[in-house]
């Protein structure tokens, strides 16, 4: 037998043994690999619900050296490809890290080892990297619902749609904030303007809406005008830490992840700055069910300088001001089914996706959403909406019967 | 003008100033201050909403020394008197310190001679500790309700008496739960049990109770066979440490407070050990909107080792397990209104109170309750009913209209 051929008999064998070690590692989850001679293995005896194929070896390599970029990054280009279900692959493989392996991919000394590797890499090519929030109007306008929300919706009804969910969510937000007619709201983080039209026109309040998307103001702007609300609903283009008004209500949804755990304390103090000592205040925001750093890949590609908050990190928020925490509400399983209908909306998109960036930036997006939609599924991500109040203040009802609407008859 | 008629006169201008400056330092509270001597004069130029007499000039010296501990002492032993409602006058003080006065009584630097010049006397003389759970049913029994709980109440309508605000908040914690026929509930800390029946013969589970106190676990069972539920009902007579049963739900009502924030983790990872992946928590806690110390008073003659925790604080029995929070409620309002209510029922019966004990013990009673609601009136004490689950438990519902009452139509 000559060198040649005891070589490309082992090599296969070596690749197996090192997928079957890192699939360990993640918690084998039921799923088959496809490497790129052709040759296919389930993970495990249970039947697999999607295939993950290794188009070149060097894929394989990427993975192992940094599970979560290494594998985003492969995705992207193309060099993993995933067969079946994206969403079923990332709910498996996501449910299987959670629940069966342990704190990190690797242990402490292959970690610190990686690190170092890795430390160029993290930096490299910028080249990947679409900024989430110069993409566009017309990006979003294609996938989201018709009101342009880009957080976590409300199922309160099980046959709700995305669009009806993102109005009972900011219905929800309203009551929770317990508006009357003639108040003054600050919104901090208004994306296209959907919250603060809305509690405009529903709840009869004047808004200031903070903003430093300047594409996205101007949208919300022509929107406001458009629906005659443009007295009623001011939009500022500029950073939320520029506020200095009063108000009745201070209201912030999917801003806080954005924010960094750094700046939790100073956000804190503008909201005391801001809020009457009778007024509420609502922070919904991604979160953790424990301390934890983000996901490097989506750190890299999608949200630069996000934090997902545990609770106890959350607080820093609010008690270095005394606020006292009225009530908390998890909306997991909700994110995990907003992200899945965005998924299903995008993938209705993704020719037209394509033609406006790249196949690459398709499969990107796609990761994202599919890698969401498990992330809350799984329980790896938590959605809390946090309702406060300054210390002291006993205008505060005796039950939560006000934040559930009248047609229940417990207005 | 001889020594003697200048020092007279001299002294109860030195006083009145000493008293007004301490007054300054506690936020000016709307009473007047009577001085042994017969002198009366008002802290504010407003309506004085009590009286607070020096009967002797060293019970003044006692409160400069230790504002907490100096007065309490002092009230509990008659040398300081109050006219008027005393939960009125602890309202009106507690609220001028907590929305007037800064962090502390004094300066860091007043603080720390008088913490020297009080070390000593804080571990001095054991004389007047009655330690709470030892003082037997039969005191109790004369002020609680008819159902024994003596955790705050749940006053879900405005006409709500005591023993219905009780029932009521039994109800709220099961529903919380999602209790379901047949499952197995552990109940850390469980008073004179009755929560643990209230489960049991309302929502058809199992209960295993544990208290540390022979006389309560002891009315507890005599009463659970009294109501035919010693099938479906163990009191264990053990420390909640000792819990190594798994269950469905695990409910903890007003122990934790005295659990202390060190045994925290502990606590978190025993939860975890006995809870089934699908199970229900609930904790109920007095807590803090920011972490401090208790009241020494407090400490020395009410709850020795207490401890009131933030949210943050609270977040450490938790997310070292990952478990994930569901739920959080302030019930604040509630607990003031319950500790009024246990104050009128104790005045009601204060004679033969002072009959088993002695006058200084009805006093020291009296001004825990009168403090205790005014700690929850002003927020210096908050109430957290906290529901979590497991990490990843999928099997919790989507809105949180299963914690509502069928009477209400979101059942």
Chains 1, 2 share one sequence.
């Not at 998307?213 to 022509?222: C, D, G, P, T």
């Not at 953790?288 to 630069?304: G, L, Q």
Request: charged share 25%.
């Amino acid at each position: 037998m000559d060198t040649e051929t005891s070589r490309s008999l082992a090599e296969p064998q070596f690749d197996r043994s090192l997928i079957r070690w890192f699939m360990r590692r993640i918690g084998n989850p039921r799923i088959s690999v496809r490497l790129w001679n052709g040759d296919e293995f389930p993970v495990t005896d249970e039947r697999p619900v999607a295939c993950m194929e290794f188009r070149e070896r060097r894929a394989m390599f990427e993975m192992l050296r940094s599970p979560s970029l290494g594998f985003g990054e492969s995705y992207m280009q193309g060099l993993i490809e995933i067969h079946g279900d994206l969403l079923e692959f990332s709910n498996e493989v996501t449910a299987a890290m959670t629940t069966k392996r342990a704190a990190g991919y690797y242990g402490p000394k292959i970690r610190s080892l990686l690190y170092a590797l890795n430390r160029n890499s993290l930096d490299r090519s910028q080249r990947n990297v679409y900024h989430h929030y110069d993409l566009g109007n017309d990006f979003y306008k294609l996938w989201l619902d018709e009101h342009m929300v880009y957080t976590c919706a409300y199922y309160d009804t099980p046959s709700a749609t995305l669009a009806e969910a993102q109005v009972a969510k900011l219905d929800h937000v309203c009551r929770k904030l317990k508006l009357q007619p003639g108040q003054k709201v600050i919104e901090a983080g208004c994306g296209w303007g959907a919250l603060a039209m809305h509690m405009a026109e529903h709840y009869g309040v004047d808004v200031i809406a903070y903003n430093r998307s300047k594409e996205q103001v101007a949208y919300a702007r022509e929107r406001a005008a458009a629906r005659n609300l443009d007295g009623r609903v001011t939009f500022v283009e500029d950073d939320y830490r520029r506020i200095d008004e009063r108000c009745d209500a201070f209201v912030s949804v999917g801003m806080l992840e954005h924010v960094g755990l750094a700046n939790f304390r100073a956000l804190g103090a503008l909201i005391q700055r801001s809020l009457k000592p009778d007024g509420f205040g609502l922070i919904h925001s991604i979160g953790r069910s424990f301390p934890n750093r983000m996901d490097p890949w989506i750190v890299k590609h999608i949200f630069p300088g996000g934090h997902a908050p545990s609770l106890a990190e959350m607080m820093s928020v609010f008690e270095p001001q005394k606020f006292s925490i009225l009530d908390v509400e998890n909306l997991r399983p909700h994110y995990a089914r907003t992200c899945e209908a965005w998924l299903r909306n995008f993938d209705s998109v993704a020719d037209k996706v394509a033609e406006m960036y790249s196949e690459e930036f398709v499969r990107m997006w796609r990761l994202y959403l599919a890698g969401s939609s498990a992330g809350f599924e799984s329980g790896t991500l938590q959605l809390y909406q946090v309702v406060f109040t300054p210390r002291g203040n006993n205008k505060v009802p005796w039950t939560r019967d006000y934040m559930y609407p009248e047609e229940t008859g417990i207005h």
